[in-house]
């Protein structure tokens, strides 16, 4: 599904679950994906293609977005998107409703925004490294912190109103 997949590479970290979850579920709508890299952009841009799923990609890094659509150029089912203001360009998608949002992008509080405009407009939302947040007083709390790969404590984000849940690797 992702020839550039590396289970040790700490930026893939969510690419195995991120693969199961686009085959069990329904997923009929288009996929916007914010913030784009090896570990995502590859499985979404197949997996919309082979599915005929409308994908956007947007990023904010030019140097990402000219890497990545030099590995998966845009077609008929995939476009990019240059951004210049997280909220602005944020706003312009809150017309359309998607099966999945994948926040992932830099800075990290453009992902608050992100998820807090989107979440309304999605079936399902995906925050990559979601555990910053609540250590951060972003989103959530800690409740619990994490010791390890065994112990991933506990964290509290229903202040967002919605069902969540936390994946972690199985080796971190």
């Known amino acids: 599904f992702n020839p550039f997949y590396n289970k040790d590479d700490p930026y893939q970290t969510h690419a195995e679950f991120l693969i199961r979850f686009l085959i069990r579920n329904k997923i009929d709508k288009p996929i916007l994906e914010l913030g784009c890299g090896y570990g ?46 997280w909220e602005f360009q944020i706003d312009s998608c809150i017309g359309t409703e998607y099966s999945l949002v994948f926040a992932d992008q830099a800075p990290w509080e453009a992902r608050d925004y992100s998820i807090r405009s989107l979440m309304d407009h999605s079936d399902f939302l995906m925050l990559h490294d979601c555990d910053y947040f609540p250590n951060n007083n972003i989103i959530g709390k800690t409740l619990r912190p994490i010791v390890n790969s065994s112990n991933t404590g506990l964290r509290d984000y229903s202040e967002l109103g919605c069902n969540y849940r936390e994946y972690f690797p199985t080796h971190f």
């Open 40 to 85: 995502t952009t590859p499985i979404f841009s197949k997996f919309c293609r082979e599915n005929g799923i409308q994908l956007k990609t947007m990023d904010n890094n030019i140097e990402w977005i000219k890497k990545i659509k030099e590995e998966f150029p845009p077609n008929e089912f995939h476009t990019y998107e240059q951004v210049y203001n």
